[in-house]
Every structure is written in structure tokens, then in C-alpha cells.
């Protein structure tokens, strides 16, 4: 390799290390998941969650039999919002500030001074997800169903 391939290379990686000071005086290194990791991650927490609804799909199915079917599936929408929506907030709350994906990926959610995201950015930053991500699926669905 050259050298200024080398230096390209060095530049990146350091582009994906950030360097934070704790309080205590604690020098920090954390280095910035990839695309690729983020994306395992977030596949991995919706094969668990597709897993969770099915179950739940199923025992709405055998109450649905009992119950009428308009409102068995208003509560297994409901249910499928809530889970989806506080799986990703809960977990990020928790003390390890991972999904069961980001954990197994080994990544975790930081604020910019390298310190735990506060409850606020917790949700908004979630709140985006159901904006940019779940409800153009939603809609993709409802669009493929007609």
C-alpha cells in the first residue's frame, strides 16, 4: 500500500472513533457502529418482534373465534403498535441501552458526550423510527393489500 493510502485509511477509522473526558477524568474512545451493524441489529429486534406477534396473531385468532373479528383485530393493532414501539424504548432505557440486536451486534445507544441518552432523546429518536421506518411500511402493506 502506499502512503497515502495509509493516510486515507487512518482518517477514516479515526472519523469513526469518537474521544470523550468522563467527569472523573476518564479518557474515552467509542468507536461508531457501522451501517451494517445498526442494520443487523434493527433486522434482528423485528425477527423477534415478527416471532412475538405471531404468537400474539395466534391466541387473537382463537379469541377472534369467540369474540367478533373487527374488534379482535383493532386489539392485536393495538398491541402490535405498543410492542413495537416500546420494545425499542424500553430496552433503550434499560441499564445495558441496548436491544437483544444491538446487544448480540454489540452496540449500544450513547449520547454525543459518550453518557447515557436521557429519557427524552430516548423517545424522540424512537418516535422518529415509527415516522421514517414503520409507518411507509405500513403504508407499502396497505397499498400491496388492495
Known amino acids: 500500500m502506499t502512503a497515502a493510502t495509509n493516510a486515507r ?3 477514516a477509522s479515526a472519523k469513526k472513533i469518537r474521544e470523550f473526558v ?3 477524568g476518564v479518557d474515552l474512545q467509542l468507536r461508531i457502529a ?6 443487523g441489529a434493527l433486522i434482528v429486534d423485528l425477527l423477534v418482534i415478527s416471532a412475538v406477534l405471531f ?3 395466534i391466541v387473537m385468532a382463537w379469541v377472534g373465534f369467540s369474540a367478533s373479528g373487527d ?7 393495538l398491541g402490535a403498535f405498543v410492542l413495537r414501539t416500546f420494545w ?5 432505557l434499560g441499564s445495558r441501552a441496548a ?6 451486534m454489540g452496540i449500544r445507544v450513547v449520547a454525543r458526550d459518550g453518557g447515557r441518552l436521557t429519557a427524552d432523546a430516548v423517545v424522540a429518536r ?5 415516522l421514517e421506518l414503520f409507518l411507509p411500511l405500513m403504508m407499502l402493506g396497505v397499498g400491496a393489500a388492495e
Open 9 to 11: 485509511m487512518r482518517a
Open 22 to 24: 468522563t467527569p472523573e
Open 34 to 39: 457501522s451501517s451494517g451493524l445498526r442494520l
Open 55 to 57: 404468537v400474539f396473531s
Open 71 to 77: 374488534i379482535a383485530m383493532m386489539i392485536w393493532m
Open 88 to 92: 425499542f424504548i424500553g430496552f433503550e
Open 99 to 104: 436491544t437483544p440486536g444491538k446487544r448480540l
Open 126 to 130: 424512537n418516535l422518529i423510527r415509527e
